[in-house]
């Protein structure tokens, strides 16, 4: 399968164009903003629609006799955008039609490539080694940066951006890809201790396959929170484990309290590689499609309404 550009959401859900590099690059997903039928006495207030690069939520309106329709008795006005990641929510807007349109962060000029540590956070020193770094054009293709120790230029716009680095030497860390955002800007390189640790926890113990991917996804809410009670799907996947109080099983169907799930040894070509469907139900309801490669480890934090 070729490379596409970015994920898709499914029909709950909204798509917000997004753009890289003056190309189109990934889709992000949003809750609809639109009001709620009307009942006596005026209904709740609709639920807000995230801004960023598109304009915020319709909030209440009102019928001929001036009451509510999504909001409250009487309530002319309606809430707008809230936060979404990458852009400032719209505002209110004082006749019930939405918010203004939500302003979009604006990326650093410099891209760091960090570690990721056991904890699967991000370190505060830059990765000593060298290597390339890759970012996903909007085309499908990769363009490429020798990266020598320190933060390398970046000319980005939009919202998302998916970035790889291939390590000099492959001995002690994988090749990573990680989708990037304004608010989070680092580009992560895994370890392979940090990955082998992981499958000992099966209950036949094993190492990753060099020729399969694996996906480590982290599902949060728009907050950020780690969502449990969701049930991953990954095609041809040879198993999902969960990490639960910070370690990781292969028994179980849904997400815990961390939020966290791999699904590990995912068919994938090599780099550049495929693009690998990620299906959530359960708690929540979303797909992305995620980019994968033969020996690489894919990080991609599902943020969900």
Same mark, same amino acid.
């Given at each position: 399968?070729?490379?596409?550009?970015?994920?898709?959401?499914?029909r709950?859900?909204?798509?917000?164009?997004?753009?890289?590099?003056?190309?189109?690059?990934?889709?992000?997903?949003?809750?609809?903003?639109?009001?709620?039928?009307?009942?006596?006495?005026?209904?709740?207030?609709?639920?807000?629609?995230?801004?960023?690069?598109?304009?915020?939520g319709?909030?209440?309106?009102?019928?001929?006799?001036?009451?509510?329709?999504?909001?409250?008795?009487g309530?002319?006005g309606?809430? +707008?955008?809230?936060? %979404?990641a990458?852009?400032?929510g719209?505002? !209110? @807007?004082?006749d019930?039609?939405?918010? =203004?349109? #939500?302003a979009?962060?604006?990326?650093?000029?410099t891209?760091?490539?960090?570690?990721?540590?056991?904890d699967?956070?991000?370190?505060?020193?830059?990765?000593?080694?060298?290597?390339?770094?890759?970012?996903?054009?909007?085309?499908?293709?990769?363009?490429s940066?020798?990266y020598?120790?320190?933060?390398?230029?970046?000319?980005a716009?939009?919202?998302?951006?998916?970035?790889?680095?291939?390590?000099?030497?492959?001995?002690?860390?994988?090749?990573?890809?990680?989708?990037?955002?304004?608010?989070?800007?680092?580009?992560?390189?895994?370890?392979?201790?940090t990955f082998?640790?992981?499958?000992?926890?099966?209950?036949?113990?094993?190492?990753?396959?060099?020729l399969?991917?694996?996906?480590?996804?982290?599902?949060?809410?728009?907050? +950020?929170?780690?969502? %449990?009670?969701?049930i991953?799907?990954?095609? !041809? @996947?040879?198993?999902?484990?969960?990490? =639960?109080? #910070?370690?990781?099983?292969?028994?179980?169907?849904?997400?815990?309290?961390?939020?966290?799930?791999?699904?590990?040894?995912?068919?994938?070509?090599?780099?550049?590689?495929?693009?690998?469907?990620?299906i959530?139900?359960?708690?929540?309801?979303?797909?992305?499609?995620?980019?994968?490669?033969?020996?690489?480890?894919?990080?991609?934090?599902?943020?969900?309404?």
């Amino acid at each position: 399968m070729s490379l596409s550009p970015g994920f898709r959401c499914l029909r709950r859900f909204r798509l917000l164009g997004l753009v890289v590099l003056g190309l189109p690059a990934s889709v992000a997903c949003t809750e609809n903003g639109e009001a709620p039928p009307y009942w006596e006495g005026g209904g709740a207030r609709g639920p807000a629609s995230p801004g960023g690069a598109r304009p915020g939520g319709r909030g209440g309106a009102k019928n001929d006799d001036g009451e509510g329709i999504g909001g409250d008795m009487g309530d002319t006005g309606g809430t +707008g955008g809230t936060d %979404a990641a990458g852009g400032t929510g719209g505002t !209110d @807007a004082a006749d019930g039609t939405g918010g =203004t349109e #939500g302003a979009v962060a604006e990326w650093p000029t410099t891209l760091a490539v960090r570690e990721l540590d056991e904890d699967f956070g991000l370190g505060s020193r830059n990765f000593a080694d060298d290597g390339t770094v890759h970012l996903r054009l909007g085309s499908g293709g990769w363009s490429s940066t020798k990266y020598q120790g320190s933060p390398i230029d970046l000319e980005a716009t939009g919202s998302a951006l998916w970035a790889a680095f291939v390590p000099k030497s492959d001995k002690n860390h994988f090749i990573t890809i990680r989708q990037l955002t304004p608010l989070s800007p680092v580009l992560a390189v895994a370890r392979r201790r940090t990955f082998q640790d992981i499958f000992q926890a099966l209950s036949v113990p094993a190492d990753p396959d060099p020729l399969r991917a694996q996906i480590l996804v982290r599902v949060t809410n728009r907050r +950020g929170e780690p969502l %449990a009670f969701v049930i991953p799907q990954v095609r !041809d @996947a040879r198993v999902i484990m969960y990490r =639960t109080f #910070g370690s990781w099983t292969e028994f179980g169907e849904q997400t815990s309290g961390d939020g966290m799930f791999l699904a590990a040894d995912v068919p994938a070509s090599s780099f550049p590689g495929s693009i690998a469907k990620v299906i959530l139900s359960g708690a929540v309801s979303a797909s992305f499609e995620v980019p994968v490669a033969a020996g690489a480890v894919t990080l991609f934090d599902a943020a969900v309404d």
